[in-house]
């Protein structure tokens, strides 16, 4: 998937549903547009439960509404992933190489090469 | 907010009408972010420049494009030839690339002959993007009607779309 620039797609998804605003405001639990306003000009990252209201409204996954942000945490999760594979390089046990499956499979590595 | 990689850019493109300026952003090869009309009364141009500002500082894009204003044949006023001047100025001066683009090209990029109506063009663009902007599809324009506002938003879609084709 190419990664994407903008951290997500909140105004395209709003006016794809001919909402204003002020409608979605009123969806999300606020009488303040302006917040909404915020959202969608980047300036504010919504809260958790904001967010999942969104999903709610749009009938789009927060991996598809927050496609940017999605792929930023997706890239720094592998990242650390990796770390935290040549950290248990050394444990051995059933439990430990389900471990390394796991953070192979984040980090995005084929466990057979490991 | 990170906002840093650009290996997906954002393109902005414009389309120059009486009534405003149609405006699209999209992301990546077709993926419509924003679009719609800027401001349709008083000092159309200084308002035009104004708000393509504020576009250009809210997406940053990487790409403004326009249709060529000067060409030849455009036909287009006096008025629009000096937006187009002053909004490739606005791009320039926030050190955005800026794309004209023909209108053969654009048209060539939904149509292979090149030769289609606004009316045509709009409806193809509707096509790719129904959800988004098939409510927006004015009726097909009859000799005694007035060209609907609502086409420069198609036309500078498929500017976007046509730059992004052409794998520019």
Not at chain 1, 24 to 46: C, M, N, T, W
Request: charged share 25%; net charge positive.
């Amino acid at each position: 998937m190419p990664s994407l620039q903008l951290p997500h797609h909140l105004r395209a998804n709003r006016k794809r549903l001919a909402l204003s605003q002020e409608d979605v405001a009123f969806l999300l639990g606020s009488d303040d547009g302006g917040q909404v306003s915020k959202y969608e000009h980047f300036a504010r990252i919504p809260a958790l439960e904001t967010a999942l209201a969104y999903e709610v409204i749009t009938k789009r996954s927060l991996a598809e509404l927050f496609g940017g942000m999605y792929q930023d945490a997706e890239q720094k999760v592998a990242d650390r992933a990796r770390i935290l594979l040549e950290r248990t390089g050394h444990l051995s046990g059933g439990r430990a190489a389900r471990k390394r499956e796991t953070l192979a499979d984040l980090a995005g590595i084929n466990d057979k090469i490991l | 907010m990170n906002r840093n990689r650009v290996n997906n850019p954002v393109v902005l493109a414009v389309a120059l009408s009486t009534w405003g300026v149609g405006f699209a952003v999209i992301e990546g090869k077709d993926m419509l972010v924003d679009w719609g009309m800027t401001a349709t009364k008083g000092d159309k141009n200084a308002l035009a420049a104004f708000e393509i500002e504020k576009l250009i500082a809210q997406y940053r894009p990487s790409v403004f494009v326009m249709e060529d204003a000067h060409a030849k044949d455009s036909g287009r006023s006096q008025r629009i030839r000096s937006l187009a001047k002053r909004l490739c100025a606005v791009a320039v001066r926030a050190n955005v690339q800026t794309a004209i683009m023909p209108r053969q090209e654009i048209r060539k990029s939904f149509f292979p002959d090149g030769s289609a109506t606004k009316d045509a063009l709009a409806a193809a663009v509707a096509d790719i993007f129904p959800e988004e902007l098939g409510r927006l599809l004015p009726r097909k324009r009859q000799a005694w009607m007035n060209e609907h506002f609502n086409l420069a938003v198609f036309e500078a879609v498929a500017a976007a779309l046509a730059f992004r084709r052409a794998g520019k």
